[in-house]
């Protein structure tokens, strides 16, 4: 997929659904009139948000993402459906939720696994 933040590759989400996006616009101001018409006042189009979900990643991997998410804004390069093409922009990150489990000794995948998700939002 090629997802990066601050241009080191982070790794490609859960599949299926691990990657999503919304599109919104910025208003300053919208409200409607008693005639029901809208008055707004757009600022931006656009505004992208990357909502991002892993499975099934070890401790560590989780550790290393979540580093790379600490400073208040960086550089976070993706798909974005909006243009058809990669493109890099300024982005931070909102919550951050993980899900710790344990797979019991004596199975093929014994150890310690940690689901991630969170979203990154255009600035």
């Known amino acids: 997929m090629g997802l990066a933040i601050d241009g080191k590759r982070i790794p490609d989400p859960a599949y299926p659904g691990g990657c999503s996006q919304s599109i919104a616009d910025l208003d300053t101001s919208a409200e409607r009139t008693a005639d029901g018409l809208l008055h707004r ?34 550089k976070f390069t993706f798909f974005d459906k909006n243009v058809g093409a990669m493109r890099t922009g300024d982005f931070y990150v909102g919550d951050r939720t993980s899900e710790d489990y344990w797979l019991p000794a004596g199975s093929p995948e014994a150890g310690k696994f940690v689901n991630l998700a969170f979203n990154v939002i255009e600035y």
């Not at 656009?46 to 991002?52: C, E, I, M, N, P």
């Open 41 to 74: 006042a757009r600022v931006r189009q656009g505004v992208a948000t990357v909502s991002l979900r892993y499975t099934n990643i070890g401790r560590d991997k989780c550790a290393e993402i979540l580093q790379m998410l600490q400073p208040d804004k960086f």
